[in-house]
């Protein structure tokens, strides 16, 4: 195999490639919402997307939490709680 057709075909699984992490990151866009939650006195919102509108609605809140908690314990607490606010984006 000659250095052009090595080249073209790196140029196309790369292309492929590029085109295959579009296509999924467009079908987990299709829930976007924010998420606002409260924890020991401290507020955050959070945004996030997923394929469905509980996953989306579960990683915003999840994420909210992180950085409101101190630890695995109460981040879970956190995230049991009920959000401050929901608004869904898409």
Known sequence: ???TKLI????????AFAGLITWQMS??????????MA????????TASGATKEEALR???DAACTLLAGGVTDTMACSRGNPLSVKWLD
Request: hydrophobic share 40%; glycine share 6%; with cysteine.
């Open 1 to 3: 195999m000659n250095r």
């Open 8 to 15: 073209l075909l790196i140029a196309g699984a790369f292309a």
């Open 27 to 36: 079908t987990l866009r299709q829930n976007r919402v924010e998420v606002c």
């Open 39 to 46: 924890f020991q006195g401290r507020q955050n919102c959070s």
């Open 59 to 61: 990683t915003a809140t």
